[in-house]
């Protein structure tokens, strides 16, 4: 995000968190724009966000997003997308609403991963209570962010531990043991982390 600031040379830019949530996210895009917005389709959720008194808020579907083409010059698409069951139509949006030479960063749960996919099948009950509709990974995500349209500046997984979700909430809580497992990870593991990220570009016209 730095380096695409400095390329932008302090422009006043366009930020939108698209499914903001409570708007902790909108807190630290705060310090890097003073056209901020936030997005989500849940009314509870953005009347929490309000909190955030510089950020513009709107309730919207992020398959058909209220905006005019063009709009932003930086998109956070954080763990919003796994929830969507279009997501093909969601990242057309997210294309079209993000200026050329803007950036998307886009977050999800890697959990396409076969160490996620142990997860479900050792506690099937989490499936069941799961919203989650899309099961990603690199080689899954990747081609519907191309079809969309963007070009992908990197793709990085992100947190290590065990397959097995109650288990690793309860190692999660001691430093030493989460950074074994981010070593481990990292070395042995590199596919299975719990996120992925991705940086995408929307190219100049």
């Not at 807190?27 to 510089?54: C, F, H, Q």
């Not at 992020?62 to 954080?78: E, G, H, V, Y």
């Not at 950036?103 to 209570?129: C, D, H, T």
């Not at 995500?141 to 793709?155: D, M, N, R, T, V």
């Amino acid at each position: 995000l730095r380096e695409f600031l400095k390329e932008k040379k302090g422009d006043h830019l366009n930020f939108l968190d698209a499914g903001c949530g409570d708007g902790e996210h909108l807190k630290w895009m705060e310090n890097y724009s003073k056209n901020l917005y936030g997005s989500d389709y849940n009314p509870t959720r953005i009347s929490r966000a309000k909190s955030v008194k510089s950020a513009k808020l709107c309730i919207a579907d992020l398959t058909n997003f209220p905006a005019k083409d063009n709009s932003f010059d930086f998109i956070f698409f954080n763990h919003v997308l796994e929830h969507i069951h279009n997501d093909k139509k969601a990242l057309e949006e997210i294309y079209r609403i993000t200026k050329p030479g803007g950036m998307v960063m886009l977050g999800v749960p890697n959990e396409g991963a076969f160490f996620w996919q142990l997860a479900y099948k050792l506690q099937p009950q989490s499936r069941e209570i799961s919203d989650h509709v899309q099961f990603y990974t690199i080689k899954n995500l990747s081609p519907k962010c191309q079809k969309a349209g963007f070009s992908i500046q990197e793709a990085k997984p992100i947190g290590w531990g065990l397959p097995h979700w109650w288990l690793d909430s309860q190692i999660r809580g001691y430093k030493w043991i989460d950074d074994f497992f981010e070593f481990i990870g990292k070395n042995l593991f590199p596919l299975q982390a719990t996120s992925l990220y991705m940086i995408l570009r929307k190219n100049n016209a």
